[in-house]
């Protein structure tokens, strides 16, 4: 595997960021809109995301500078828990970087900040149909289904 660097995204990385978004193919609206609009909506969302202490967001960078992926979590205060819940939002790779260990990284980045946090938990939600889930991504890295939980989603 080519040399990665996993660290915490910062404004600079806008771009890179945006640009790999609309490499994924997955959003339609993403897709569809201009390469402006995609960069205007990620300055907006990091921006928020870099703010506070509540949100970090990682990027693997390749030895050549380029974003290769990201990892986006959450921390979120649970009265009920011990410590908070470390929500993962998204997690991708530019398909050209898949199956090199670059995912994992980046997860194992998440989770060591969780811990460091003191967090009692991390949580997500992984489609069946994804390949990442048929290949038993999450499983592999010592993940549970909860089988019992039901994911609901309410859109505005
Ligand atoms: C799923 C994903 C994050 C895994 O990251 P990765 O860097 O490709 O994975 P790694 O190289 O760290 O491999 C770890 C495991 O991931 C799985 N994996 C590997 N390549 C994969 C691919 N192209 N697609 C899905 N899963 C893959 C395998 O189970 C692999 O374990 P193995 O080596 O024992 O077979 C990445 O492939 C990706 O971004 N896919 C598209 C977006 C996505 O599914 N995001 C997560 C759910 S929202």
């Known amino acids: 595997m080519t040399e990665i660097l996993v660290r915490l995204a910062t404004v600079d990385d806008t771009a890179g960021l945006a640009s790999l978004l609309r490499s994924i193919g997955w959003f339609g609206r993403i897709s569809e809109e201009p390469p402006e609009k995609t960069v205007e909506k990620v300055t907006a969302a990091l921006a928020l995301a870099l703010a506070g202490d509540s ?18 979590a959450h921390w979120l ?54 390949e990442s889930y048929q290949r038993g991504f999450y499983a592999k890295a010592g993940w549970e289904e909860r089988p019992d939980g039901a994911s609901f989603v309410l859109y505005l």
């Open 77 to 130: 205060p649970y009265l009920f828990l011990p410590g908070p819940e470390g929500y993962l939002s998204e997690l991708f790779v530019r398909e050209e970087a898949r199956g090199q260990g670059v995912g994992s990284r980046l997860l194992e980045a998440v989770k060591a900040e969780a811990k460091r946090r003191g967090c009692s938990r991390l949580q997500l939600v992984n489609f069946r149909q994804r």
């Open 55 to 72: 949100h970090a967001i990682w990027v693997a960078e390749g030895a050549d500078g380029r974003v290769l992926a990201y990892a986006a």
